[in-house]
């Protein structure tokens, strides 16, 4: 098959779908390998080096649109911009569709098989290409709440580690999945006392078996959580709610209780976000204060480390690339559920229940199609 | 004795020299605290608090000078302040004089009793009045890589812990001291390859006992620098050699090895520096790129983080502040040589080596002072 790996266009996004170590495995698969020109520059991955590995440099979007049986992106195509695959093309990427009516409708219209990498799913539920950026976001988490609780950038100048003889700070996690638990890990190296809140008790349980004993395992609960962020100096909000929007756990009058210049981490700004006052900002103006509080809600948090997101991404998308390259989108899905589960828009049809519901388009189960 | 505690008039100052926590045990020892009104607002102590604990609340800077023993400051005494400060009043805060001349002409003045916060040392050669500010210097060094790796701050885009599947970045800290070793426990936390660079083998020999196991402590050398300059994704310059200016250990040719996007670090920067492109930067404009490589310089770096700042210096501080207080700047010296190391400046005689050697000044021994008491 020939697989095209197209670069972002998107501002803040720094990430390549492929990086040379994964074309050479495509390569060994016996895949033609196109590579925009520049496509893996931000992250550190030359021209030169996708080369040696066997891929051919395409000069524009529209050659390797033209020539690709698959395109391979990280993000989703403008719905206008000249990026949207055609007719029959396989689509692989990150496309949140229920967040954009325009691409949903740009994607049927095309008439191409959309998959999207978060909507894949294993069967025990989890979300094997969302879980590399909820561990890089997770830690960042951390990197951002010590760097913003400077007093410069309106924080309470608090050292989250403490020194000897003084009290280390508090840091409160909602939520105990991957960016909660990675997120708890760093708070933890770093020598703050860290509450993690989750309201599955066997997942408790589990964090408590294997985080550090300045890790603090507590039930979520209203009462909970007004009780703790009283004491916080740094709130991380983790929580994901698989396809939904992110319930609102922090209300704007909870911040009155909280310490002037604490501040808050919303990772799941790009579910909504779970603090009220949270709305989304960019790497380059990341910040904003509300009751003296301080609000960090970069979407896509990640971009901000793409040396690190790109090879994370890529060794979690690069097997379901190899299968769908191997066997073809329908022998592909048939026979792995992980990547029917993708399926979003199918020449045409939509295929994501939740997607179709959302804008009230008519839904195809995937199965029917194939 | 009547001890003032002073608002800090410094730009990007937010600490103040005693807690109201600090205030109680002075109390304690039957002195008089006088507090300048806000002098610890910025940080969450208002005045209420200090009133709560027995302190006397003051208006004015002036009042304080007046009517003080003993005043308190964090940083150095500013121009404005030259000329409150009263013959035979004791002045006890950090001064670097070595580095400031007009304040070390002014001090020489105004006849007062100087104790500096940064000579004050113990038998076994540590600084314990430096100490807190290099342990929270050296974790926040730690946290300034992470943060300005990130590609919008021109970083190389590297999560220092990396994730599972991707390598961790290495983190290259050159030297072993209070500041190193917190600046490496801190990057050992978030899962980093780390690297510590001492001279001194014993030391070596200490960190590798009490380290992480993703702690690597390595004998420094130019060809060890150079090496591991190529591979580092954040360098910290954590060298301090006392009373002296840091040696510059990576010149500019060095920073064409590295990776475009690293990060520097220099913790040594109150001290000259030990990167060779180094320049001394504020907590408003931090960073600046030479060669593609961040360079991170600010000075007084604990003034950003001034609430644990403050309890650490005073943790520390407030012991030797309790001694001069209770027996007066000439016993407390005679008794406790710790405290008479710290003398800088006294009624009008130079009494620290290196700051007359600075400025071609007079050096007066302190016991001769003491002695002619």
């Avoid at chain 1, 002037?260 to 949270?278: H, R, Y």
């Avoid at chain 1, 900002?281 to 609000?295: F, K, L, R, S």
């Avoid at chain 2, 730009?11 to 039957?30: D, H, I, L, S, Y």
Wanted: aromatic share 6%.
């Amino acid at each position: 098959m020939i697989v095209g790996i197209m670069k972002e266009t998107r501002a803040d996004e720094n990430r390549v779908a492929l990086a040379p170590a994964g074309v050479e495995v495509m390569r060994h698969h016996g895949h033609t390998i196109l590579v925009e020109k520049g496509a893996g520059a931000a992250s550190g991955f030359e021209d030169g080096a996708y080369i040696q590995m066997g891929a051919e440099i395409v000069a524009t979007p529209e050659e390797i649109l033209k020539r690709s049986e698959m395109i391979m992106r990280v993000r989703d195509p403008h719905p206008l911009e000249p990026g949207l695959p055609r007719d029959g093309q396989i689509y692989f990427a990150y496309l949140h569709l229920a967040s954009s009516e325009q691409l949903c409708r740009a994607l049927i219209q095309s008439g191409a098989v959309c998959i999207a990498y978060e909507t894949i799913q294993k069967a025990d539920r989890s979300l094997p290409l969302l879980k590399p950026m909820g561990e890089v976001a997770g830690p960042m988490a951390i990197h951002e709440g010590a760097k913003y609780l400077e007093m410069e950038h309106g924080g309470l100048g608090v050292l989250l580690g403490g020194v000897p003889g003084v009290d280390p700070g508090t840091v409160v996690i909602l939520g105990g999945g991957i960016v909660g638990i990675n997120a708890a890990k760093t708070a933890c190296g770093l020598g703050a006392k860290v509450y993690l809140l989750d309201t599955n008790l066997d997942r408790l349980r589990y964090l408590s078996d294997v985080t550090p004993a300045n890790c603090f395992l507590v039930y979520s609960s209203p009462a909970t959580i007004r009780d703790l962020i009283t004491k916080a100096d740094l709130v991380v909000g983790a929580v994901l709610v698989p396809g939904a929007r992110t319930p609102t756990l922090v209300t704007g009058d909870m911040l009155k209780t909280m310490k002037k210049g604490a501040v808050l981490v919303d990772v799941s700004i790009d579910q909504g976000g779970c603090f009220e006052t949270s709305r989304e900002t960019t790497h380059t103006n990341p910040t904003y204060a509300i009751d003296g509080v301080v609000h960090y809600a970069v979407s896509n948090m990640a971009g901000a480390l793409p040396r690190t997101a790109t090879v994370a991404l890529t060794n979690a998308t690069l097997p379901y690339a190899i299968e769908i390259a191997n066997k073809g989108w329908k022998k592909a899905m048939q026979e792995n559920r992980e990547i029917k589960a993708g399926a979003n828009v199918v020449k045409g049809k939509v295929t994501h229940e939740a997607v179709a519901h959302t804008f009230g388009l008519g839904y195809t189960p995937i199965d029917e199609l194939l | 004795m009547i001890v003032g505690i002073l608002k800090e008039i410094k730009a990007e100052e937010n600490r103040v020299c005693m807690t109201p926590a600090g205030v109680e045990v002075m109390k304690q020892n039957g002195h008089t605290i006088l507090v300048e009104e806000a002098a610890g607002a910025a940080i969450g102590y208002e005045d209420g608090t200090y009133a709560k604990m027995g302190a006397e609340m003051i208006a004015r800077p002036e009042e304080v000078f007046e009517r003080s023993d003993m005043v308190m400051h964090v940083k150095e005494p500013l121009p404005p302040e030259y000329d409150l400060i009263r013959k035979d009043q004791i002045v006890f805060t950090y001064l670097h004089l070595a580095a400031a001349e007009e304040l070390t002409h002014a001090l020489i003045r105004s006849g007062s009793i100087c104790i500096a916060y940064e000579t004050i040392q113990k038998v076994d050669r540590s600084l314990p009045l430096l100490t807190p500010m290099s342990e929270v210097a050296g974790r926040m060094a730690t946290q300034q890589g992470a943060k300005y790796l990130e590609m919008a701050q021109g970083g190389l885009g590297v999560l220092l812990g990396g994730v599972p599947g991707v390598d961790p970045g290495t983190v290259v800290v050159i030297g072993g001291g209070v500041v190193g070793t917190n600046a490496a426990k801190m990057a050992c936390g978030l899962g980093a390859k780390v690297y510590v660079l001492d001279k001194d083998l014993d030391r070596l020999r200490y960190l590798s006992d009490v380290m992480p196991a993703n702690c690597f402590c390595l004998y420094s050398s130019p060809a060890t620098l150079r090496d591991l300059m190529t591979r580092a994704d954040v360098v910290i310059g954590a060298v301090l050699v006392p009373g002296a200016k840091a040696p510059k250990l990576i010149t500019r040719d060095m920073l064409k090895i590295m990776k475009k996007g690293a990060v520097l670090v220099d913790v040594a920067i109150d001290q000259g520096g030990c990167f060779e492109t180094s320049k001394a930067t504020t907590h408003d404009n931090p960073i600046y790129v030479v060669d593609d490589v961040v360079h991170y310089c600010v000075a007084n770096m604990p003034g950003a983080l001034a609430r644990t700042s403050t309890m650490a210096l005073t943790n520390a501080t407030l012991p030797y502040a309790v001694e001069i207080a209770n027996k007066g700047w000439k016993r407390a010296m005679q008794e406790n040589p710790e405290i008479k190391l710290g003398a800088n400046v006294v009624r009008g005689k130079v009494t620290y080596e290196a700051v007359a050697e600075a400025f071609g000044l007079d050096y007066t021994p302190i016991d001769d002072v003491l002695n002619s008491i």
